[in-house]
Every structure is written in C-alpha cells, then in structure tokens.
C-alpha cells in the first residue's frame, strides 16, 4: 500500500498568518513552488495559498501586497491528508475538495505537499488521469 508520505515532496514549508501576500510570493519564489500552506500561530494549517491566489485575491483586487496579511487569503476549510493515509485516500481528498496540493500533516505537524506532479510521478497512469479529470471538470 503506497501511502502519502511516500507520494509527497518533503520539506514543506509554511507562511505565517501575519506575514503578507509580498511574503508569500517571494517564499514561492525562492523555494520554487506554486503554493505554500498558511499556518497560523499555533502551527496548525488554516489553508493553502497559491501563485494564482495572489494574482487574482491581491494584483489584479488592486491591493498592496506588502500590506495584505497571508492570513487573509486562506480558504473556509483548510483541506490536510495524514502522512500515513493510503494512496486511494489522497486521491478521494483531492478529487472531492478540487485541490491541486495537499498539504500532508503527521498528527498536526506540516511534514510534506502532495502535488498533481507528485501524484503522477508516484501512481498508475489511469489513477493520475482520473484526478486530473476530475480536477478539470467543471
């Protein structure tokens, strides 16, 4: 049984809720990723920030990214998969939420992000076309 930290990209990291969008986009950009987890003071994951987000929530509303808190760009539901949850699992969670990147917890700890890259490098062709399916669905 392959599970989700066998799937993941280690070495997650997160931005802070009262950091800014600014933060966030030079985090991606440094590290080489698209989307970052929000975490809040307590460490716990209150959502997901992505390239795109910043785009359309900061750039194009017109606000100033070094003013406009990371916090505020969080989802309602932070949507997480347990580091030891099977394969299917990870592919249920992402299909159902409509996420691209998952971030994978250990108990409440950030430890890894299941990408769709991720997904296709590790499972079955059929499994990733699926997801990808599923995902471009409107």
Same mark, same amino acid.
């Given at each position: 049984m392959t599970t989700a930290r066998e799937i993941m990209s280690g070495g997650a990291e997160c931005v802070r809720t009262d950091q800014t969008a600014a933060d966030a986009a030079r985090m991606m950009a440094d590290l080489g990723v698209g989307a970052l987890p929000i975490c809040g003071r307590d460490d716990k994951i209150k959502g997901v920030v992505t390239d795109r987000d910043l785009v359309v929530k900061v750039l194009a509303a017109g606000r100033s990214p070094e003013e406009f808190p990371a916090g505020s760009l969080n989802q309602a539901e932070a &949507?997480? +998969?347990? $580091?030891?949850?099977?394969?299917?699992? &990870? =592919?249920?969670?992402?299909?159902? *939420?409509?996420? /691209? /990147? =998952?971030?994978? +917890?250990? @108990?409440?700890? #950030?430890?890894?992000? +299941? $990408?769709?890259?991720?997904? $296709?490098?590790? #499972?079955? *062709?059929?499994?990733? @076309?699926? =997801?990808?399916? $599923? #995902?471009?669905?409107?």
């Open positions: &949507v997480t +998969i347990g $580091a030891d949850d099977d394969a299917e699992e &990870v =592919l249920a969670t992402m299909t159902r *939420h409509r996420v /691209r /990147r =998952l971030p994978v +917890i250990d @108990g409440t700890r #950030l430890v890894g992000m +299941i $990408a769709v890259a991720d997904v $296709a490098r590790t #499972l079955p *062709h059929a499994k990733t @076309g699926d =997801l990808v399916e $599923a #995902l471009s669905a409107d």
